[in-house]
C-alpha cells in the first residue's frame, strides 16, 4: 500500500499513466470498494460544468441521447466524468454510503453531501445507464458511487434549499470566493464580469459588491440577459457584447477596470478580458474554456501590465460564502433559480 500523504491525494487509484494524480490520469480506479482512510458516496445527481455540457452539446448538436450516450462512454472508458475536449467535470451531491476508519473527513453515513473537489479527479461508477436524464440540462439525475480520499472536500448539503439549487452554486462557489479575496487584497472598487448573468457570474457581482467593490458593470450576450440583469440590481451598468469578440468587449466596457472576471462558459475570451482591465489590474479567469497561450501571449502582445489569476476552484469558506450570497441576495436567486429549473 502507498504512503498515507500520497493515498491522501488518491494517487493509488490513478491507473494510467503512473506518477500522475488522479485530476491528470487518463484513468481512474473506481472500484466502489474503500480503503481505510476513503469516503463511498452513493451518487444521486451529477452536475456537470458549464463549459462541458456546452461543448457536448454543440458537438452532438443538442442531440440529448447522443449527449448521454457520450457521457456514460467518458465514465465508463475514464473511471471519472471528466470531458476530453474541455478537460473539466463538475461535481456531484449524493449520500455518504461508507466511510473507512481513518477517513479524516468527518462524514458520517447518512449524511446528503456535495462533493467539492472536481468530477475530473473523483473516481465514479454510474449504475443506471443515467435513464433519468434527458441529456438536455447541466444536472444530471444518476445512480452510482463516487469515491473520496483524505484529502477530498466535501460539503453536508443545507436543508433550507432545494438540492438543484445547492448543487449549481456550490459547482461555481470559487468565482465569488476569489473575487471577494481579490477586492478585498487589492482594495480594486471597478469591476467587469464577462458572463455575469451566469451563475458564477451574478454570484461574483454580489461578492465583489459585499467586498466593497463600488463600480460594478455586467457584461451579457443578450438583450434578454441585459434586461434580467438590469432587473437583478446586481450592476451598476449593463452592457451588451460578445465576450469572445475583443474590440466590442473594449467598446462596451469603456474605461478598463481594477478587476474583470471571467464567467462565460465559451472558449476565447481572453484578449477581451485583457483589454477591460486597466494597467496594474487584475483578471481572474474561472472559465474552463480559458487557454494559458491565449492569456498570458495575449497580455503580452498588447504590453498589458496585468495580474493574471487562474480561478482555483477551492478558496476557504467558499461554500459558505456562495450559499450565503444566494440566500441574501434577491437578484442572485432571480437569476439563478430559472437556470436550475430549465
Ligand atoms: P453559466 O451559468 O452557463 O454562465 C455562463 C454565461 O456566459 C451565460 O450567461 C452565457 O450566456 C454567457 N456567455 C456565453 N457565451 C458568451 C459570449 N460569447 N459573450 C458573453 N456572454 C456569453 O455558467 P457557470 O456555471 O457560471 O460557469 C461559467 C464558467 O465557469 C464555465 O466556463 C465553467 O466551466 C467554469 N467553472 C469553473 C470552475 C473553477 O473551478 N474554476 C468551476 C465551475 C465552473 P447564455 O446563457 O446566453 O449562453
Redesign the pocket.
Known amino acids: 500500500m502507498r504512503g498515507a500523504a500520497e493515498r491522501a491525494l488518491g494517487v493509488h487509484r490513478v491507473l494510467e499513466p503512473a506518477g500522475v494524480l488522479p485530476q491528470a490520469a487518463q484513468r481512474l480506479d473506481a472500484d466502489p470498494a474503500i480503503g481505510p482512510d476513503e469516503v463511498r458516496i452513493a451518487v444521486e445527481r451529477l452536475n456537470l460544468?458549464?463549459?462541458?455540457f456546452?461543448q457536448l452539446s454543440e458537438a452532438h448538436a443538442g442531440d440529448g441521447e447522443a449527449v448521454r450516450a457520450a457521457v456514460l462512454e467518458i465514465v465508463r472508458d475514464r473511471g471519472k466524468m471528466q470531458n476530453p475536449v474541455?478537460g473539466?467535470g463538475?461535481m456531484l451531491i449524493g449520500v455518504v454510503d461508507a466511510v473507512g476508519e481513518e477517513s479524516p473527513l468527518g462524514l458520517a453515513a447518512g449524511q446528503r453531501v456535495a462533493t467539492l473537489v472536481?468530477l475530473t479527479l473523483t473516481p465514479l461508477r454510474v449504475t443506471d445507464g443515467l435513464a433519468r436524464w434527458n441529456g438536455r440540462s447541466?444536472q444530471v439525475p444518476a445512480s452510482g458511487t463516487a469515491i473520496l480520499f483524505a484529502r477530498s472536500i466535501a460539503a453536508v448539503l443545507p436543508d433550507d434549499l432545494p438540492d438543484a439549487v445547492s448543487l449549481?452554486v456550490l459547482?461555481?462557489c470559487?468565482?465569488p470566493a476569489a473575487t471577494a479575496r481579490v477586492v478585498e487584497r487589492t482594495g480594486a472598487r471597478s469591476v467587469v464580469v464577462?458572463?455575469?448573468?451566469?451563475?458564477?457570474?451574478c454570484l461574483s457581482l454580489a461578492a465583489a459588491r459585499a467586498a466593497g467593490a463600488t463600480h460594478l458593470t455586467g457584461?451579457?450576450?443578450?438583450e434578454a440577459?441585459a434586461a434580467a440583469l438590469r432587473t437583478s440590481g446586481l450592476a451598476d451598468r449593463v452592457t451588451v457584447?460578445?465576450?469572445?469578440?475583443p474590440l466590442a468587449v473594449a467598446a462596451a466596457v469603456g474605461t478598463p477596470a481594477d478587476l474583470t472576471v471571467v464567467?462565460?462558459?465559451?472558449a476565447?475570451?481572453e484578449h477581451g478580458a485583457v483589454l477591460a482591465t486597466a494597467d496594474g489590474g487584475t483578471v481572474v479567469f474561472?472559465?474552463?474554456?480559458?487557454t494559458f497561450p491565449a492569456a498570458a501571449l495575449g497580455a503580452e502582445g498588447m504590453a498589458a501590465d496585468v495580474t493574471m489569476l487562474?480561478?482555483?476552484?477551492?478558496t476557504p469558506g467558499h461554500a459558505e460564502l456562495a450559499l450565503e450570497l444566494y440566500r441574501s441576495t434577491p437578484g442572485v436567486r432571480a437569476l439563478i433559480d430559472p437556470?436550475v429549473a430549465e
Open positions: 460544468d458549464a463549459a462541458s456546452r474541455t473539466s463538475g472536481s447541466e449549481a459547482d461555481v470559487g468565482a464577462l458572463g455575469a448573468a451566469g451563475k458564477s457570474g457584461l451579457v450576450r443578450t440577459e457584447a460578445d465576450a469572445t469578440d464567467c462565460v462558459d465559451v476565447g475570451a474561472f472559465s474552463m474554456a480559458t487562474v480561478g482555483n476552484g477551492y437556470r
